[in-house]
């Protein structure tokens, strides 16, 4: 039997090179870049106007002894059609927030500091030379480092990305997987289940979970449990993945023969069985850069084991680090892992005066999928830990 520290140093060990591919900048929603973003041009593009009002040239300000100025509005800039003439002595070209301001001009004058008449306006001496001028560059120069590689591609880089006209960007691939499920006793949830079936709830978790980790599922496969079976699912699966996931059969039943299967195919085993509860049985074995974790059949103990082993991995091949999301909090009452195993408490988190407040679900058994959903995610303690009432803890949330 091997930790739960042990696991993760080997599981880190042998994570595959990631792999890099151009997506079309609408296809580009959370996925990471594996690339620097270079400005192609400055921005803004030109001097443009932050005000609705006039633009005027300052030395017809700066000359006037008077302290009421008369400038006549001789053309327009707004959006989409830049003033393209020449300015004259005393002329003001009306301008809208956005809009070019014409190369002459370097003051703009806002609307309500004037008083509009015919083609005239009026406005007093108080102004200053290059107000209200967003000028070419002031934000970003062409050639500038905008965004690093491995930034997760949200709404708003897409925004800015977007606004320099990037059609497509380089980004990770994500991690082709593969499910496999054993079982003779399980068939699909959308099927009736005589009272001796199961109804395959690893399948749907684990599609949703590989998703919610930046995965991508290669395909789904199923095997009675059987040992030709399962050994010609998993060698269809070696074909078609980056890492297989199986659920089931890694025990040491007559009837489980994923790790057999895996060894016999090929594949060198990295550990199995781990000191932890949920999920002891876990196996991991490796087939020159093609991984298999194969989960207990049990959908907390498979979820579980997701959740802490498989989707820091996962997240790793998308382009993020392997990490966990985690966040701190106080525990509401004394919680104790009375195990002689490592132990994934599941929790829930309440509010409390603004606090986050940690409490154990009351049932905690493997066999019982609400222990994960209604939990907002889990304790790590060690054998015998007890973490005494109010007192601050880690929380990895699922
Ligand atoms: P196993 O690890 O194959 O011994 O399975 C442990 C328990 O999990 C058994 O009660 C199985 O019926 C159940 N189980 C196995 N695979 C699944 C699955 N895909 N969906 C739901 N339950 C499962
Ligand atoms: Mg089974």
Redesign the pocket.
């Known amino acids: 039997m091997i930790s739960v520290e042990n696991t993760i140093r080997l599981i880190k060990e042998n994570i595959p090179q990631r792999e890099i591919e151009f997506v079309d900048l609408m296809d580009s929603l959370k996925r990471v870049l594996a690339e620097e973003i270079i400005s192609p041009a400055n921005s803004p593009s030109v001097n443009n106007s932050a005000m609705d009002g006039f633009a005027v040239r300052w030395h017809d300000l700066e000359k006037s002894s008077d302290e009421t100025l008369r400038f006549s509005i001789i053309g327009e800039s707004r959006a989409g059609y830049p003033f393209n003439g020449k300015m004259t002595a005393d002329s003001a070209i009306r301008i809208s927030t956005g809009a070019v301001v014409p190369l002459d001009a370097d003051c703009v004058i806002p609307i309500e500091k004037c008083r509009v008449e015919n083609n005239y306006i009026e406005t007093q001496k108080n102004h200053k030379k290059n107000q209200h001028i967003r000028f070419a560059g002031e934000e970003f120069k062409k050639g500038q480092k905008l965004l690093d590689c491995g930034t997760q591609i949200g709404s708003a880089q897409i925004a800015l990305l977007a606004s320099l006209g990037f059609g497509s960007i380089k980004v990770y691939k994500k991690p082709l997987v593969s499910i496999i499920?054993?079982?003779s006793?399980?068939i699909p949830f959308s099927e009736k289940a005589e009272i001796y079936q199961?109804?395959?709830?690893?399948?749907p978790?684990l599609i949703s979970a590989i998703a919610e980790a930046g995965g991508s599922v290669a395909k789904t496969f199923h095997a009675e449990?059987d040992f030709e079976q399962t050994k010609k699912v998993i060698e269809y699966a070696t074909k078609k993945s980056q890492v297989i996931i199986t659920?089931?059969?890694?025990?040491v039943?007559i009837?489980?023969h994923v790790r057999d299967a895996a060894l016999e195919l090929g594949f060198t085993e990295l550990f199995w069985k781990v000191n932890q509860k949920p999920g002891k049985?876990m196996f991991m074995g490796k087939k020159d850069s093609l991984l298999l974790f194969a989960l207990?059949?049990?959908?907390v103990?498979?979820f579980m084991c997701f959740k802490h082993y498989v989707r820091p991995l996962l997240q790793n091949i998308f382009g993020l680090p392997f990490d966990w999301p985690v966040i701190k909090a106080s525990a509401k009452t004394e919680i104790k892992n009375k195990s002689n195993r490592k132990q994934f408490i599941r929790i829930r988190l309440l509010e409390v005066d603004g606090e986050k407040i940690v409490e154990p679900l009351h049932l905690q058994g493997s066999?019982m999928p609400s222990s994960i959903a209604h939990a907002d995610g889990y304790l790590m303690l060690f054998e015998g830990q007890e973490i005494k009432a109010n007192t601050i803890t880690t929380v990895y949330l699922f």
């Open positions: 499920t054993t079982g006793e399980l199961l109804h395959d709830s690893n399948t978790m449990d659920s089931g059969g890694v025990s039943g009837h489980d049985p207990p059949g049990n959908p103990s498979a066999h």
